[in-house]
């Protein structure tokens, strides 16, 4: 069966850094596009980064510049690289896998951003 699992996430000061990971199994991973979305309390799920099949990305406005999203397909796996973080990216951070059908989605992991 598919499967997502994040890890990486934790407890950081303002303007630290963090890196998640994405293992992902039961896909032909090299074909998807693989995102990052995060959901924060009262607030809807939104993407964060994704990155093509091709190498291509985009990233949300608030973190661009600051988060790198890439991927090693010989390890199956998606990283997304957070940097000089604030404690508005406070949120579950989940990983996501998408070819042609409907997105396949990891159980999230906490990022919190607090003094």
């Known amino acids: 069966q598919v499967q997502l699992v994040e890890s990486g996430g934790g407890l950081v000061q303002p303007g630290g850094s963090l890196r998640l990971s994405c293992a992902a199994s039961?896909?032909?991973?090299?074909?998807?596009?693989m995102g990052w979305y995060r959901q924060a309390p009262g607030n809807e799920r939104e993407l964060v980064a994704h990155?093509?099949?091709?190498?291509?990305?985009n990233y949300a406005d608030s973190v661009k510049g600051r988060f790198t999203i890439s991927r090693d397909n010989a390890k199956n796996t998606v990283y997304l690289q957070m940097n000089s973080l604030k404690p508005a990216d406070t949120a579950v951070y989940y990983c996501?896998?998408?070819?042609?059908?409907?997105?396949?989605w990891g159980q999230g992991t906490q990022v919190t951003v607090s003094s």
């Open positions: 996501s896998a998408r070819s042609f059908a409907s997105p396949y």
């Open positions: 039961g896909i032909r991973f090299s074909i998807n596009t």
């Open positions: 990155i093509t099949a091709g190498g291509s990305t």
